[in-house]
């Protein structure tokens, strides 16, 4: 088992480099987890998120089903690595944002 992430509190990036350089993850697996890589520190909201993955088109509310369902499979896949996907809740009108997080931000 790999040693957990050390995530940059400021940018969000891995200080020592991308662990994932690599690991064997499918193409829309790598497009899921650099989005949400490059978004740093303070995330992505769930509906550009959305956007970037799916474009403007298609049914919202079963694409966003979609999108909770990969980033679950790619968080069983970082797991052994010392990494996640989580979102905050966002208020009512608002949207929730998606970070990577560490072990060592203890999965809140």
Partial sequence: MSEAAMLCPNCGRDMRGDPLEGFDLTAGQWDLYEIVRDAGAKGIKSDRLFRRLYGRGGDKASGMATMHVRINQLNERLRPKGLAIRASRGGP??????????????WK
Avoid: N, P, T, V
Avoid at 93 to 106: E, P, Q, T
């Fill in 93 to 106: 009108g608002h949207f929730g944002r998606y970070k990577l997080i560490s072990k060592a931000d203890d």
